[in-house]
């Protein structure tokens, strides 16, 4: 039992420690992620080249709660007498419209090693760090998008 027990807590350590660099990085890629993306301008709302292509479309989302000071002034347009009702009109919802980037890879085509090599190097990877990174990862990130479609979309407005 004891021994069951400390091997239990060693991996929670590791998985810990191995934690902490990984989401430091993951934080730093969705950080780099909207930046990028806001960065391209497209001509037009499409863009197809030889090996990527992209899209904007506006999409209805799930409804949002109005803000506060919609609120306060319809209540005092249609109720100013009546300040329960104050609650149920923050609870209001509208549609909210969002603007998406949908991207990915032509059909055949695919990122060569130079392309991730450079986006590991903004994340501070020397070279050589990044090049016995560049294997192992992107091997999880085949197994990984095997299991998803391969069109990806990043709210951009």
Excluded: H
Aim: charged share 30%; net charge neutral; glycine share 6%.
């Amino acid at each position: 039992m004891t021994e069951q027990l400390e091997r239990q807590i060693i991996g929670l350590i590791a998985a810990d420690r191995m934690d902490i660099p990984i989401s430091s990085m993951s934080g730093k890629l969705k950080r780099m992620k909207p930046k990028l993306a806001n960065d391209i301008v497209l001509p037009g709302d499409n863009y197809s080249g030889d090996r990527v292509y992209a899209r904007v479309a506006e999409d209805d989302v799930t409804e949002k709660a109005r803000t506060m000071r919609q609120a306060v002034d319809t209540f005092a347009e249609r109720y100013p007498q009546y300040g329960t009702i104050l609650n149920g009109l923050i609870e209001e919802t509208r549609v909210a419209r969002e603007k998406n980037l949908y991207f990915g890879m032509q059909p055949g085509c695919r990122l060569t090693a130079d392309d991730y090599l450079g986006v590991m190097a903004s994340l501070g990877f020397t070279e050589a760090q990044a090049r016995t990174l560049y294997e192992p990862l992107i091997e999880t990130s085949r197994q990984i998008s095997r299991k998803r479609s391969e069109e990806r979309s990043i709210l951009i407005a």
